[in-house]
């Protein structure tokens, strides 16, 4: 589920670190108050008085830091889903961009698919489509046009879009192939669509 707990990194030191900007917080705060104080009597100049504003101002800052340190040893799920292999062993060394283990949404299903920028007069946001799979002999499934790229690929003059079912699926996983087809227009009572690069990805 969204916000659970899937991965805990060793913490020792992070909260270690937590703990000593944290006293020193506390004494630039009473440093701070005494400087204060010291002000009102006229007993201390102003440019130390700066000095231990920013002195505390940046204990505060490093708290903060450390904190969020402390928070990043927890790894939680950001959305629902169901999760992968875990790409890494407990007592393992990772660094930031390290892939840990993957999590695929669920519920919404979607084809990730391009069409010609020639078609693309004809294709718009929440246009019907219908998708079809084969490996799972869904033919039909009501789908529609979630989003059209602003953009088209240079090198291959297409334009990403991404179709979503309408319906929950669960057989359908990510990485499947799909055929999809457009509905461009009706006429008369029969429906007219086009077929748009036959083959994509769920």
Same mark, same amino acid.
């Given at each position: 589920?969204?916000?659970?707990?899937?991965?805990?990194?060793?913490?020792?030191?992070? @909260?270690?670190?937590?703990?000593?900007? $944290? =006293?020193?917080?506390?004494?630039?705060?009473?440093?701070? @108050?005494? =400087?204060? &104080?010291?002000?009102?009597?006229?007993?201390?100049?102003?440019?130390?008085?700066?000095?231990?504003?920013?002195?505390?101002?940046?204990?505060?800052?490093?708290?903060?830091?450390?904190?969020?340190?402390?928070?990043?040893?927890?790894?939680?799920?950001?959305?629902?889903?169901?999760?992968?292999?875990?790409? !890494?062993?407990?007592?393992? $060394?990772?660094? +930031?961009? &390290?892939?840990?283990?993957?999590?695929?949404?669920?519920?919404?299903?979607?084809? /990730?698919?391009?069409?010609?920028?020639?078609?693309?007069?004809?294709?718009? *946001?929440?246009?019907?489509?219908?998708?079809?799979?084969?490996?799972? @002999?869904?033919?039909?499934?009501?789908?529609?046009?979630?989003?059209?790229? +602003?953009?088209?690929?240079?090198?291959?003059? $297409?334009?990403?879009?991404?179709?979503?079912? /309408?319906?929950?699926?669960?057989?359908? #996983? +990510?990485?499947?192939? *799909?055929?999809?087809?457009? !509905? $461009?227009?009706?006429?008369?009572?029969?429906? @007219?669509?086009? #077929?748009?690069?036959?083959?994509?990805? &769920?």
């Amino acid at each position: 589920r969204a916000g659970q707990l899937l991965v805990r990194l060793r913490d020792a030191d992070a @909260k270690a670190s937590l703990l000593e900007v $944290t =006293a020193r917080a506390e004494l630039a705060g009473i440093a701070l @108050k005494r =400087a204060q &104080t010291l002000a009102e009597k006229g007993e201390v100049a102003q440019a130390d008085l700066d000095v231990a504003t920013a002195n505390a101002a940046l204990a505060r800052a490093a708290v903060a830091r450390a904190e969020e340190a402390v928070r990043r040893t927890r790894i939680v799920a950001p959305f629902a889903g169901v999760l992968g292999l875990r790409l !890494v062993s407990p007592g393992e $060394t990772v660094d +930031p961009g &390290t892939v840990l283990v993957r999590i695929e949404a669920a519920g919404t299903r979607a084809v /990730d698919a391009t069409v010609p920028e020639s078609a693309l007069a004809s294709v718009s *946001a929440q246009q019907a489509a219908r998708v079809e799979i084969p490996a799972l @002999k869904l033919f039909g499934v009501a789908a529609h046009i979630a989003y059209v790229s +602003p953009r088209v690929r240079e090198e291959s003059r $297409t334009v990403d879009v991404r179709v979503v079912l /309408d319906a929950d699926v669960p057989a359908v #996983r +990510p990485g499947m192939s *799909a055929e999809l087809e457009i !509905v $461009t227009g009706h006429a008369d009572a029969d429906r @007219k669509s086009t #077929r748009l690069n036959s083959s994509h990805r &769920t």
